[in-house]
T-cell receptor
């Protein structure tokens, strides 16, 4: 079966712009989590969605937001981009919150210039 | 606070050797642990997981050991191969719901290099 699909793979944006990243979970998976990966901070949790509801949120500013659609696909948005937002953004999906075997996508590499 | 740390940032081994990657965690409430492998340009790949009611779990060529007394986790890779070269992350979660939903706390990672 298809894995977790993230689009686009690469993105270059200018400071002050906004960006939307997309994640399609494995078919049947209803939980989607987002992470930011940087060399300095490692992998950090952004938020988690289940059945179109955000159930958990990490310690990121309000510029970072997300949503989930009825087909479990998820998007995250970053507004007013800063240079420090340059990172690999990863999403992971799992069947339900009890199933912790999160499967990750290959990520979207965002570069802010 | 919540943190998962690794003792060694790099590990270099010869092909065929056994590798051991260590991880210390600080949250005694964590009840689920995962090891991931991340290759360049790819997302983390699930290797093996273990719940806190176990102290050992084996997979294909890999074994995870959990010592809750000292809050230590290790990944053993048998007969390490060049294809095992990657960054390895441990991650933890406490499955009580609420603030744990979907939230894995990752260690910094260990770079494993396997020499032919």
């Amino acid at each position: 079966k298809a894995g977790v699909t993230q689009t686009p793979r690469y993105l270059i944006k200018t400071r002050g712009q906004q960006v939307t990243l997309s994640c399609s979970p494995i078919s049947g998976h209803r939980s989607v989590s987002w992470y930011q990966q940087t060399p300095g901070q490692g992998l950090q949790f952004l938020f988690e969605y289940f059945s179109e509801t955000q159930r958990n949120k990490g310690n990121f500013p309000g510029r970072f937001s997300g949503r989930q659609f009825s087909n479990s696909r998820s998007e995250m948005n970053v507004s007013t981009l800063e240079l420090g937002d340059s990172a690999l953004y990863l999403c992971a999906s799992s069947l339900e919150w009890q199933n912790y075997g999160y499967t990750f996508g290959s990520g979207t590499r965002l570069t802010v210039v | 606070g919540e943190s998962v740390g690794l003792h060694l940032p790099t590990l270099s081994v010869q092909e065929g050797d056994n590798s051991i990657i260590n991880c210390a965690y600080s949250n005694s409430a964590s009840d689920y642990f995962i090891w991931y492998k991340q290759e360049s340009g790819k997302g983390p790949q699930f290797i093996i997981d273990i719940r806190s009611n176990m102290d050992k779990r084996q997979g294909q060529r890999v074994t995870v050991l959990l010592n809750k007394t000292v809050k230590h986790l290790s990944l053993q890779i048998a007969a390490t191969q060049p294809g095992d070269s990657a960054v390895y992350f441990c991650a933890e979660n406490y499955g009580a719901g609420g603030t744990s939903y979907g939230k894995l706390t990752f260690g910094q990672g260990t770079i494993l290099t396997v020499h032919p």
